[in-house]
């Protein structure tokens, strides 16, 4: 289609068709883009022609690329230092094994079972090695974990895991060649001076209508992306540290992330989400379920088998060591992010890509209801006594118009 | 008579009116009343930690705003009264309240679904009536 807005008309209605089913199923923004996105190319490819969403298009590319970057960084930036500097042994042990553990397994079985080519495997291993921050948070919050130790304990392995998914994918597939050098370098220099200089910088010449704040992120963010790539790296790599580095500044001016949320999920998301929908191939899945089993299954069972022991050994009980492990096996952003960079670099075949991805939607899912309905540790939840736990968010209790929180 | 009564309240007609009646009576029968609000899941399966950030800033303001209605209109009727909110399944937590809470009587608003609805789903109302450990007053 070369009228580009009614193109942006068409991506646009569909976010707003997401939108609205999200509302009535109470499901993320996110997963229904991803599904409408996936209908669409089906339903549109049919009847117009396969090209006529126009995923592959360059303004198309560009949102949804800018959408990823920058919701890696708000991802980043939502990782609390104060809880981290609590339980950095725990969170690194846990994260690390979470990590490490469905990389490998995954890798082996996409390998091993399915007979795929090197590249494919290693990619299978990245995508399939996250952890979702988001997922759990949300659980969290609901549940009321999120002020306990043990909840707080949960979020700061699955920054951890992250870490780890975001290193190995910008790492991984670079050619480590006198560019890759270039890059760790300036990485280094930025990386350093990002958090002294951009407090300072806000404060100076900060707080105005002109929005310097989001343009000098955003500069931040394309400059080092556009580093990255030049090394063959991926640009979410830089943006995710980026966001871990002004964690402790820019992530706790809930003026300044309220501002870069509504850019992010009012434009750049929904390209990003509904375009890694539109490359899922429905017939490619329909055709062979059981390459999606095999992904799904290896990612829970090396979850289980690395995460397990590892929050074992910091003395929880049984149950509680099976809702942490459940949590760890959660998986959606970071897992659609590594598939896409995969399809756009070659590595893996659209037919690959769809059954990662419905892999990875799988694990957003299932593991979540099988600790909530099975392992939930109600003992844990405030001194729980059967009575809905307190949460983050004011519960106000109001007596003759004196509010008690 | 009745010595604690609970009020479920989602700002609906329906619920302004079980409100009214439960402050009517407390008022009358010199009892103690409480309103219960129950707060919306937040979006299951978010992409990022802002989303869900985002959707609990607004179920909060949303029951901000109610409980300042709830609160204003006790304040017209010159009742003492606790504002309770509380997250989980509307029927569960209700029904749940009022048994921990050990109240004797139970006011809901009447929502007006189709008849087709209400057989299909039962409503919220009649699913209350059905478990409710005390009696239960459905306003309209």
């Known amino acids: 289609m070369e009228n580009v807005w009614i193109l942006a008309a068409v991506w646009v209605g569909l976010a707003l068709v997401a939108t609205l089913v999200a509302i009535w199923l109470k499901i993320s923004t996110a997963l229904s883009e991803i599904v409408v996105g996936t209908v669409a190319q089906l339903i549109i490819g049919v009847i117009v022609g396969p090209n006529a969403l126009g995923s592959s298009t360059a303004w198309v590319s560009f949102l949804a690329g800018t959408g990823a970057i ?81 909840g707080k304990a949960i979020l700061a392995a ?13 790492l991984i597939f670079s050619p480590f060649t ?19 200089v951009t407090p300072r910088f806000f404060r100076r010449y900060g707080g105005r209508v002109s929005e310097l704040e989001t343009k000098f992120i955003l500069l931040a ?9 030049w090394a063959g790296s991926e640009p979410v790599l830089p ?22 949320r509504t850019l992010t999920f009012g434009l750049l998301t929904p390209f990003y989400f509904i375009r890694a929908g539109s490359f899922v191939s429905v017939p490619a899945l329909a055709a062979a379920p059981v390459v999606f089993s095999v992904l799904f299954f290896a990612k829970m ?5 690395g995460v397990f022991p590892a929050v074992k050994a910091f003395r929880y009980e049984p149950q509680e060591t099976m809702y942490y492990t459940l949590m760890m096996s959660t998986g959606l952003t970071f897992g659609t992010i590594s598939a896409l960079f995969g399809l756009s670099h070659g590595i893996i075949t659209p037919g690959q890509y769809s059954h990662l991805v419905a892999a990875v939607i799988g694990s957003a899912v299932i593991p979540t209801l099988i600790a909530n309905a099975l392992f939930m540790p109600v003992h844990l939840r405030g001194g729980d006594t059967g009575e809905p736990a307190p949460t983050a968010a004011p519960r106000e209790v109001v007596r003759g118009g004196t509010d008690h929180v | 008579m009745y010595k604690r009564i609970l009020v479920a309240y989602d700002g609906s007609d329906g619920a302004r009116a079980a409100l009214k009646q439960g402050i009517a009576l407390a008022d009358a029968l010199e009892a103690e009343i409480s309103c219960l609000m129950v ?63 050990h109240f004797d009587l139970l006011v809901v608003g009447y929502h007006g679904h189709s008849a087709i609805f209400g057989r299909i789903m039962g409503s919220t109302a009649q699913s209350i009536v059905r478990l409710s450990p005390c009696p239960v007053l459905l306003a309209k």
């Open chain 1, 70 to 150: 920058v919701l890696t960084f708000l991802a980043g930036a939502e990782l609390d230092p104060d809880v981290f500097r609590l339980k950095w042994k725990e969170a690194v042990v846990v994260g690390l094994a979470g990590f490490g553990a469905p990389f490998l397994g995954a890798a082996a079985a996409a390998r091993y079972v399915l007979g795929w080519d090197v590249g494919p495997s290693w990619l299978a291993g990245v995508a399939l090695s996250t952890t979702s921050v988001a997922v759990v948070y949300a659980v969290m919050l609901e549940l009321g974990f999120n002020v306990t130790e043990y």
């Open chain 1, 301 to 305: 069972v090396s979850k289980m088998l």
């Open chain 2, 39 to 101: 707060e919306e899941h937040l979006p299951h399966y978010a992409a990022s930690i802002s989303e869900v950030k985002a959707a609990k800033e607004q179920i909060d303001e949303h029951f901000r705003t109610l409980a300042k209605q709830a609160r204003d209109l006790a304040a017209l009727g010159g009742i003492d009264m606790d504002v309770i909110v509380r997250q989980g399944h509307e029927v569960e937590t209700i029904v749940n309240t009022a048994k921990a809470g």
């Open chain 1, 221 to 229: 963010l394309f400059g080092m992306g556009g580093v990255a790539l």
């Open chain 1, 178 to 196: 006198l560019r890759t050098l270039v890059f760790v370098l300036v990485s280094a220099v930025v990386f350093f001076l990002l958090p002294i």
């Open chain 1, 239 to 260: 943006a995710y540290v980026i966001g871990m580095l002004l964690a402790g500044s820019v992530g706790k001016d809930h003026l300044r992330i309220r501002r870069l």
């Open chain 1, 158 to 170: 699955c920054f951890v895991n992250d870490l780890g998914t975001v290193l190995a994918l910008g």
